[in-house]
């Protein structure tokens, strides 16, 4: 039987990618990461299924430099990009649109806010130990995605939308 394509979602920052593969309860996780590319392999879920998933991406990241963690409800990943600069246009090499990828509305920042926070330029070894000790933790994960929703209402085309 073929493995199944876990929910991918993904956000960045100037100098950073945020990738999270959604599988619960992963055991023996495969990750392998290359400048190009990110795959994984495992079991997981309620039925305990195979899945996996490779990604090439649009632009190099360092893989010295990005880290990973397995939580029990999914892999979250800090992909460091080799060149901090303007946000990528699109995660994948690929333009054909991925039904299992999804935007992280939660943790996505619009290029113009990051300019306004202390660390958005940063981008050192220990911003990264930090962000990641923060992402995804039960209070810190939906403090992060409510204050995102309120930067919505500047976005061009969002301004007569009721919440």
Known sequence: MAAATPSVSWAQRPNL????INVS?????????????????GKGGPEKKDYAV???FLKEIDPEKSKFIVRPRSIEFALEKTEEG????RL???????HWLKIDFGKWRDEDEDEDED?????GGDDLSQMMAQMGGMGMGGMGGMGGMGGMGGMPGMGGMSG
Do not use: A, C, N, R
């Open 17 to 20: 990618i945020y990738l999270t």
């Open 54 to 56: 490779t990604m090439k």
């Open 119 to 123: 660390g958005g330029k940063g981008g």
């Open 86 to 89: 303007p946000y990528w246009e």
């Open 25 to 41: 309860d992963v055991t023996d996780p495969d990750i392998k990461l290359d400048k190009q590319t990110l795959s994984f392999k």
């Open 92 to 98: 994948l090499e690929d333009k054909t649109k991925q």
